[in-house]
């Protein structure tokens, strides 16, 4: 229970902390699609000024109540799934080995609540890049979930879900492998978190951007005319190029190392007087 409820707290700090890069990286990653309708950005830094100008600051923080509102069960879940994943395997696994393994189980815990929140909180971090004037739709984050589940059911909540895990599972388990190989090698607490995010951030980039994709398709599904995970693959291959696989991967990195760092070390900090206050 206190490995829960620290989880839950250190994710609401470190999502809503990390959540202004997370909608530039949202961006960058489908401005490809369509160069007619959608608004395209150099980077990070020219992403983060046009939605300030253009939008406003609220822009940012497009989706940010679904997942406040996820974030507690859903890195609850986590950790609780990372935690007796790693102490029933280091028995029997090299410790980085273990440590993977327990990082793939944690996702598959954490993902019951993270998909749908994924999916609403990119659809309406998208919505104003779209040059169309369908961009304000779904409005706020409980009017997206409401509007999703009238016109899609259930299953609107989980598209690319399998997608989802081939990102996020090899994602968390390379974080946690090169997390505790550094902490073991001496490396600063902080340090290792940075190192191991952005690696695991880099390398799982490409998926990341077609689960991306695929996930605010309906969004506006002429410019997301992706059949499955393998077309939006072979036409990003066709019309973009390889080197498209990794846009966003700078914006990823500022986002996702930061995040699971500073989820991390506010989980190790309060656990203590968490177990203490649970007795």
């Known amino acids: 229970m206190d490995s829960l409820l620290s989880g839950s707290l250190a994710g609401i700090v470190a999502d809503v902390a990390t959540h202004p890069l997370g909608t530039v990286k949202t961006r960058l990653q489908v401005q490809g699609a369509s160069a007619s309708s959608l608004t395209r950005y150099g980077g990070v830094a020219q992403g983060l000024t046009r939605i300030l100008t253009k939008e406003g600051v609220g822009a940012l923080y497009k989706g940010v109540g679904v997942v406040v509102a996820t974030a507690a069960p859903a890195q609850g879940l986590f950790f609780l799934g990372n935690d007796t994943a790693r102490e029933a395997l280091r028995p029997h696994l090299p410790a980085a080995a273990a440590s993977f393994a327990a990082g793939c189980v944690a996702q598959l815990c954490g993902s019951l609540c993270w998909v749908p929140m994924d999916t609403v909180k990119e659809r309406l971090q ?154």
């Open 126 to 279: 998208v919505e104003g890049q779209l040059k169309r004037g369908s961009k304000a739709e779904l409005g706020g984050s409980w009017n997206a979930v409401r509007t999703i589940l009238r016109r899609e059911g259930l299953r609107g909540f989980y598209p690319a879900y399998w997608v989802h895990q081939a990102t996020w599972a090899p994602f968390n388990g390379l974080f946690f492998a090169i997390y505790e190989a550094c902490k073991d090698a001496g490396v600063h607490g902080l340090g290792s978190g940075v190192v191991a995010g952005v690696a695991a951030g880099f390398l799982t980039n490409p998926m990341d951007l077609v689960k991306t994709r695929l996930q605010v398709a309906r969004t506006d599904p002429s410019t997301f005319a992706y059949a499955g995970a393998f077309d939006c693959v072979g036409q990003i291959l066709r019309r973009e190029g390889p080197r498209a696989f990794l846009d966003g991967a700078i914006a990823r990195c500022a986002t996702v190392a930061p995040r699971l760092t500073i989820c991390v070390l506010v989980k190790d900090a309060i656990a203590p007087g968490v177990k203490e206050v649970l007795g």
